[in-house]
């Protein structure tokens, strides 16, 4: 963090904004050093129907028609990998004996939609040389409080024990060993059988908290958590327990010419320096280790996965949250271990007229990844999410091509 030169002057003069300079000779330092391979990738988010399909109830061709769309767009931007979410709330986008069929394809949970979504967005992808990675959400159960809506054979209405409501939302007790070896089961169906590239998780374990709400996982606590010195230590180590598990059982399954990789994308800001000396110089209201009991520092310096992309949501500048502090705190995190840092993007902020200054500025993603070319261990960005990588409201999306992916490049293996 001492050095001088491009790294030191982005960061000191972020606060003012004056780091629009820096973006003159952006496109032609890209060039001069572009990765021989690098991760661009893009989240297809499914939930709340946020990328696609657009709307629950089209025909399944018209369902192919958009996601094929967005597969052609990632190609266009010259990306080469993209995040397609398959089990947004304890259901699947693919015939999976464990699940229902997502409401976010039919408008019913429990219909088949009348073709394989996930089978598809792999087959098309690897035709269009994109990696598919399969993101999963281990633990939401549903975006509301009442079991009743579920389909009658949902795993959450046969073992209403495993589940338990917060913040008007329902979530399986990550407490319970029988929920972790379920949710584990439902989603190594689709490793197994489809030839996905990656396991992809987001931030979501034990939930963001919701003022004044109690998480009520006391019965589990009172017979699981015997010998941890206190709750918090009980819930991490539960986390800790799905991410190992995962990740042998990913590594387990042989496929004859590649390996499956297992990645995560947590809320950027593991503990503030405020909190823990190991931490980043930030003042952020939440940090995954105390708030979501998620130890992301710890499962990078075990080995536990393969890439990890931190949620970067943050503008150059930000006082509580700086993209110019944090990423070079991952990159020190990254540094020894074999695990990929992917540097999560905020594409969706670019345009938006409820954001800061800075993301009204076509060129702040753009200086994101200038400044990611300081760190060997950045070896790619995600950009959230495909609605904007298509849409891009501002020419954010247009300035990061034309900087920085002159050609299409290999994702790293």
């Known amino acids: 963090m001492g050095q001088i030169g491009r790294r030191g002057l982005l960061a000191a003069a972020a606060g003012a904004l004056s780091v629009l300079a820096v973006t003159g000779d952006a496109a032609a330092t890209a060039r001069r050093r572009a990765p021989k391979r690098e991760l661009r990738g893009m989240w297809l988010a499914s939930v709340a129907n946020r990328d696609w399909p657009s709307r629950a109830g089209l025909t399944a061709d018209e369902q192919k028609a958009e996601l094929l769309a967005h597969l052609d767009t990632a190609v266009r931007r010259r990306l080469n990998a993209v995040m397609f979410q398959v089990r947004p709330?304890?259901?699947?986008?693919?015939?999976?004996p464990y699940e229902p069929w997502s409401q976010y394809l039919t408008g019913v949970q429990g219909k088949d939609p009348g073709w394989d979504p996930l089978g598809t967005a792999v087959e098309e992808a690897h035709r269009r040389d994109l990696e598919l990675h399969a993101w999963f959400n281990p633990y939401r159960v549903a975006n509301h409080t009442?079991?009743?809506?579920?389909?009658?054979?949902?795993?959450?209405?046969?073992?209403?024990?495993?589940?338990?409501?917060?913040?008007?939302k329902l979530y399986y007790n990550p407490g319970l060993p029988e929920v972790r070896s379920f949710v584990q089961d439902a989603m190594m169906d689709a490793v197994q059988r489809y030839d996905i590239?990656?396991?992809?998780?987001d931030d979501y374990f034990y939930p963001y908290p919701v003022a004044g709400q109690v998480f009520d996982d006391d019965d589990a606590y009172a017979r699981h958590g015997a010998g941890f010195p206190d709750r918090a230590a009980w819930r991490r180590d539960n986390t800790d327990r799905l991410v190992s598990e995962m990740a042998a059982r990913i590594k387990a399954v042989k496929k004859k010419d590649k390996k499956v990789r297992f990645g995560i994308s947590p809320f950027g800001v593991w503990r503030n320096a405020a909190t823990d000396p190991l931490g980043s110089q930030t003042r952020a209201g939440v940090q995954t280790y105390d708030d979501l009991h998620a130890d992301t520092r710890k499962w990078v310096k075990e080995g536990w996965i393969d890439y990890i992309v931190p949620q970067l949501y943050w503008n150059i500048g930000?006082?509580?949250?700086?993209?110019?502090?944090?990423?070079?705190w991952w990159a020190d995190v990254a540094r020894g271990t074999k695990v990929d840092l992917y540097a999560g993007e905020a594409l969706y902020k670019a345009g938006d007229p409820a954001q800061p200054a800075a993301w009204q500025d076509p060129a702040e993603l753009s200086r994101h990844l200038t400044l990611g070319k300081d760190y060997a261990e950045v070896r790619g960005h995600v950009f959230f999410s495909a609605k904007e990588v298509a849409a891009d409201r501002i020419g954010a999306m247009d300035r990061v091509v034309a900087d920085h992916y002159p050609d299409r490049v290999e994702p790293p293996r």
């Open 89 to 96: 709330t304890a259901d699947a986008l693919w015939p999976s």
């Open 146 to 168: 009442d079991p009743s809506r579920l389909v009658a054979s949902h795993p959450a209405r046969v073992h209403r024990e495993w589940v338990l409501p917060y913040g008007g």
């Open 197 to 201: 590239d990656a396991v992809h998780w």
């Open 318 to 328: 930000f006082a509580a949250a700086d993209y110019a502090t944090l990423l070079p």
